[in-house]
Every structure is written in structure tokens, then in C-alpha cells.
């Protein structure tokens, strides 16, 4: 079965420093890997995805996440942060012959302090 | 419309009681989706319809839950005899195709409360 590990439940950081969010899954088969973005009071919105090449992939808002298979892990980061950058990061794993149903990882809280 | 609309936002009922959300997916997208998203229990698979397919339920808590798909469009969650455990938030997403490489567009849920 699927899991996605996402390590931290919450990361505190000052405004324009860099941050990186873990997340590590585990399947057996081929995947596809997402970040999703919610901000508080709203839906979630796609921040990137990986589906296969380039393991290095570049999202909205700055954020970008590396593709390791080797090391199962697909982590968030962004090199400098914004106070509006503050919210919860799902990392999501979707497996292609289960009908595009995903699985979310727990979520991690970002805090941006000024 | 532009987006996945759900209705309504909040939804306040006493325990016991049914309740039915609403969503209202994207236009031409054939793969609809519910979630759940609780404290302590992140979010979890409810059901997902694809086209004129056989719906996957497996994600469904109970039999107390239940989702219908009227015309391939808008769909609606039904919770009978709700209790305490049922208050999330219950997000819906739609996509073309089968979501994998397409990814979702989700709704911004409704926040169900159960007294």
C-alpha cells in the first residue's frame, strides 16, 4: 500500500530565509507526487507536480521540489520566504492505476515570522 | 464555472440527523472526488466517480455515508444519522481525466459541525 511521511508537523521560520519541507513516500509501483498549498480558510491549491523527467520541478509562488528516487523523497524548498507564504503544505501521492485517487501526507504547518 | 463550487460553506446539524453537501465540479471534467479533512486525521479518500464508471467507495467510513452523481456533473454527499466523529471539513475536487497527471482542482469545502 501507498503512505506519504510528511516529517515535520510544523516549521517556524523568519521572513527571507530558506526553507525546506520533507516528505517521503513509500510505493512499490510507478507514482506521480504533488505539494498542495492551503491557505487558512480556504481549499487547496496545486503548488507543483512531478509526473516523470526532470527530476527537478519548479511550482508557483518561488517553490520548487527535487524527485529522489533512491531515497523515496520528494522535499519542498524555497529559498527565501514571505510572511504569505504562511500556511499547511500537503505532500500528496498518486498512484496511476487507482484512478487518480490521492494520498495525502499530514500536512506541515509553515509559520513565516517577520 | 471557473471553479469547483460547494455548498454550503458551514453546516451546523444536531447529532442524529442527515445532511447533504453539495458540489458543483468544473465544467468538462469527468473525474470527481470527496475528501475529508479532520483534526488528527489529515485528509482522507471518501469516494471518486469517473465518467459513467462504477464509483470507487472504498474510502467510505461507514454505510452511513453515501454520494450520488446525478448526469455526470454535480454530485452530492449524503451523511445519515451523523455523530460527533463526522465534523471535518469535506472537500470536493474535480479534474479531467483520471487526475493523475492532470492533478485536481479542489472546492473550498464545507465545514460540517455535528452538536
Known amino acids: 500500500a501507498q503512505s506519504v511521511t510528511q516529517l515535520d508537523s510544523q516549521v517556524p521560520v523568519f521572513e527571507e530565509a530558506p526553507v525546506e519541507l520533507r516528505c517521503n513516500y513509500s510505493?512499490?509501483?510507478?507514482?506521480?507526487l504533488f505539494w498542495y498549498v492551503q491557505y487558512p480558510n480556504q481549499g487547496l491549491q496545486l503548488l507543483l507536480k512531478?509526473?516523470?523527467?526532470?527530476?527537478l520541478v519548479k511550482g508557483i509562488n518561488g517553490f520548487e521540489a527535487e524527485f529522489n528516487k533512491s531515497q523515496t523523497s520528494f522535499h519542498l524548498r524555497k529559498p527565501s520566504v514571505h510572511i504569505s507564504d504562511t500556511a499547511e503544505y500537503f505532500c500528496a501521492v498518486s498512484v496511476g492505476n487507482q484512478g487518480g485517487k490521492l494520498i495525502f501526507g499530514q500536512g506541515t504547518e509553515l509559520s513565516v515570522k517577520p | 464555472g471557473a471553479g469547483v463550487s460547494q455548498s454550503p460553506s458551514n453546516k451546523v446539524t444536531e447529532k442524529g440527523k442527515d445532511v447533504e453537501l453539495r458540489c458543483d465540479p468544473i465544467?468538462?471534467?469527468?473525474?470527481l472526488y470527496w475528501y475529508r479533512q479532520s483534526l488528527g486525521q489529515g485528509l482522507e479518500f471518501l469516494i471518486y466517480f469517473q465518467g459513467n464508471s462504477a464509483p470507487d467507495k472504498s474510502g467510505l467510513p461507514s454505510d452511513r455515508f453515501s454520494a450520488e452523481r446525478t448526469g455526470g456533473s454535480v454530485s452530492t454527499l449524503t451523511i445519515q444519522r451523523t455523530q460527533q466523529e463526522d465534523s471535518a471539513v469535506y472537500l470536493c475536487?474535480?479534474?479531467?481525466?483520471?487526475?493523475?497527471?492532470?492533478?485536481?482542482?479542489f472546492g473550498s469545502g464545507t465545514r460540517l459541525t455535528v452538536v
Open positions: 510505493s512499490s509501483v510507478s507514482v506521480y
Open positions: 512531478y509526473l516523470s523527467g526532470s527530476t
Open positions: 465544467s468538462g471534467h469527468t473525474a
Open positions: 475536487a474535480s479534474s479531467l481525466g483520471t487526475g493523475g497527471p492532470a492533478g485536481y482542482t
